[in-house]
Nanobody, 127 residues
Framework: QVQLVESGGGLVQAGGSLRLSCAAS????????TGWFRQAPGKEREFVAT????????YYADSVKGRFTISRDNAKNTVYLQMNSLNPEDTAVYYC????????????????????WGQGTQVTVSS
């Protein structure tokens, strides 16, 4: 099992930036990719971005492409999500999740591809 702790959320004005962090511990070697998802009130959890630990390939949802950047620090077992040009539609609870190789490829851009989840961090963007 992998334990994940998110941090860095908060309140920001439209057009502003935030950087989220996701620190992993436990059986981190089993993680093939780490993803960020978000869930707004009354909506389903949606994919934001994912990064593979081997090779560093990244993938983004169309809604955040060009504004958000996912990165990793292997030495710190930490994944980051730099969010720029935020708008009120980005308001949500943001979760990071770990996907082992067997699960990840079943659904790399959906919650079903990930087995361990953090508790989430709130991001609120005011207009």
């Amino acid at each position: 099992q992998v334990q994940l702790v998110e941090s860095g959320g908060g309140l920001v004005q439209a057009g502003g930036s935030l950087r989220l962090s996701c620190a992993a511990s436990g059986r981190t070697r089993s993680t093939y990719a780490t993803g960020w998802f978000r869930q707004a009130p009354g909506k389903e959890r949606e994919f934001v971005a994912t990064i593979r630990w081997s090779g560093g390939s990244t993938y983004y949802a169309d809604s955040v492409k060009g504004r958000f950047t996912i990165s990793r620090d292997n030495a710190k077992n930490t994944v980051y999500l730099q969010m720029n040009s935020l708008n009120p539609e980005d308001t949500a609870v943001y979760y990071c999740a770990a996907g082992p190789v067997g699960t990840y490829f079943r659904a790399p851009y959906g919650p079903a591809g990930y087995t361990d989840w953090g508790q989430g961090t709130q991001v609120t963007v005011s207009s």
